[in-house]
């Protein structure tokens, strides 16, 4: 397996399954291991819920953040993609895209456990659950 994509939302969680995947990829003898970075911005959603300024910052954390994980992947001589997404689409969806357009072979995730209020407030259901049921390559899930 060469080609990974890490979800990346800002999350604990995430942060752990980038540390994990950096750290395959610098064990990797070959060196061949690809690294998708990719961060989905909602557009839709963020509109709703906060002003202009707001959401421009959400959205300039999200690239800064996939920017500082890309320059570590570089300095350790990991090849890797920064993908940015903005889409007024559904997320997963604009997942598995990704993971088609980029023929990636696993993706990595990490999982926060929302209750059911949460989940029925924010209009979101587990972007993992939803990999699992949607997509037909290995997925890691980090809780």
């Not at 500082?68 to 689409?89: A, C, F, G, M, W």
Request: aromatic share 6%.
């Amino acid at each position: 397996m060469n080609r990974y994509m890490i979800c990346l939302d800002g999350s604990t969680e995430s942060e752990r399954a980038f540390r994990w995947l950096e750290s395959i990829a610098l064990s990797d003898p070959t060196k061949d291991i690809e690294v998708y970075l990719l961060h989905v911005i909602d557009d839709k959603f963020i509109n709703k819920i906060d002003g202009k300024e707001d959401n421009a910052k959400r959205k300039e954390l999200g690239k800064k953040g996939v920017e500082s994980y890309s320059i570590e992947l570089t300095n350790n001589h990991i090849k890797n993609y920064p993908i940015i997404v903005e889409t007024i689409h559904n997320i997963k969806d604009s997942i598995l895209h990704q993971i088609q357009k980029n023929r990636i072979e696993m993706i990595v995730v990490g999982h926060q456990e929302k209750g059911r209020i949460k989940r029925l407030l924010d209009g979101h259901g587990s972007v993992s659950d939803f990999l699992l049921k949607n997509s037909n390559i290995p997925i890691l899930i980090f809780r």
